[in-house]
């Protein structure tokens, strides 16, 4: 039994383990019986000691880790950076889609100039990188408040009022309308409501800041949107809102042959697809402060107009195409993401003319200056809250 302590030991095996690695196979048995009688340590654990024990400056070999090259620099990240602010933050999967022809239109108008290498890198980035290069800078951009609604079916939970024409999700022309409200988080007095209105089909969405829930401003408002469509207005859908199921919106409709349906009651969900754009257009770009004073809703109206450019042009969304139940999880299948604008260019009913006005627009378009004017314009609505 040997009394030498655990760190005499361990100097030991640092010294014979130099002898034992560069001695012949039959000298090493002899160092391993000296090792043994020294340590006491039994036979197998003893040549496990020397043959693994840590080596000793003089003989270890230094060992340079091979960094893996950065395929992304920061010449990517900072384009990838210019991109995404320009595009309102869009997750990874709608933006990587929306690279090329957003590549093309920024140096077309002579706004951003990539070089080859950048460029390159930028058509083949994957979505999961985009979201892995930008996680730093969305952590720091995180807001509570954001919005639950998921996508549904319209036609399973529509309770028609006066009918001319069928749903048709594949044909534009059909919306959804809601309202949203202006308060501040104090609902007292008249304030500034969004009417904000969203086509089924192609996702295009038209907002029109109204003063306030009166039927006939709500109505005026619908009027205007209807204007500004590049399709004709087929049907309206809308919560059970006063605002909307009134003699005024009865009559306009079954005037003008509309179809007009609504919702059940407490189901916010049978509105899905302009729940989702109230946070993701008109919260995301207002905010919840009270605006209340004409001045504001001149401002909200500025914004707006060019907010739908950027909105329906540039911004490229994702349709559900499936949903199924496996046990306890939910499998959902989305189709490529693609803006309101190419999904108008794609829906065969929409006649010759009316997409090669769209193309005139949408090559007039700077998506710079929209962003500009966009940002110059929450600012002052942000003044006017002071």
Known sequence: MSTLTMAEKKKVASQLRVRYQKAAKKQKGSILAEFIEITGYNHSYAARVLRSAAPSPATRKTRTAKARPRKYDEAVQAALLFIWKLMD???????????????????????????????????????????RILAPVRRKMQ????????????????????????????????????????????????????????????????TVAVRNKAQI?????????????????LGIDSDNGSEFINAHFLTYCSSEQLTFTRGRSGRKNDGCFVEQ??????????????????????????????????????QPVMKLISKTRVGSQVHKTYDTPTTPFQRFLNTASVNAANKENLRRVYTSLNLVDLARNISALQAKLARSLI
């Not at 990587?96 to 140096?107: F, G, K, R, V």
């Not at 401003?217 to 004709?232: D, S, W």
Request: glycine residues 8%; proline residues 6%.
């Open 89 to 131: 933050y869009l997750c990874g999967k709608r933006l990587a889609p929306m690279l090329p022809i957003l590549i093309d239109h920024l140096e077309l108008h002579g706004e951003l100039s990539f070089s080859p290498a950048v460029r390159s890198k930028l058509l083949t980035i994957s979505s999961a990188t985009i979201d």
């Open 143 to 206: 807001i509570k408040g954001r919005s639950h609604t998921k996508p549904g079916t319209l036609l399973k939970h529509q309770i028609p009022i006066r009918t001319f024409a069928q749903w048709d999700d594949a044909q534009p022309g059909f919306l959804e309308i809601d309202l949203v409200g202006h308060d501040g988080g104090n609902a007292r007095g008249e304030f500034l409501f969004t009417l904000d209105a969203t086509d089924v089909a192609t996702g295009w969405t038209e």
């Open 217 to 233: 401003h709500v109505l005026a408002a619908l009027c205007q949107i209807r204007e500004r469509l590049p399709f004709p207005l």
């Open 277 to 314: 754009k109230n946070y993701s257009v008109v919260r995301n770009a207002v905010g919840y402060g009270r605006f209340d004073s004409p001045h504001q809703q001149t401002l909200l109206n500025q914004l707006y107009s060019h907010l739908r450019l950027r909105t329906n042009f540039f």
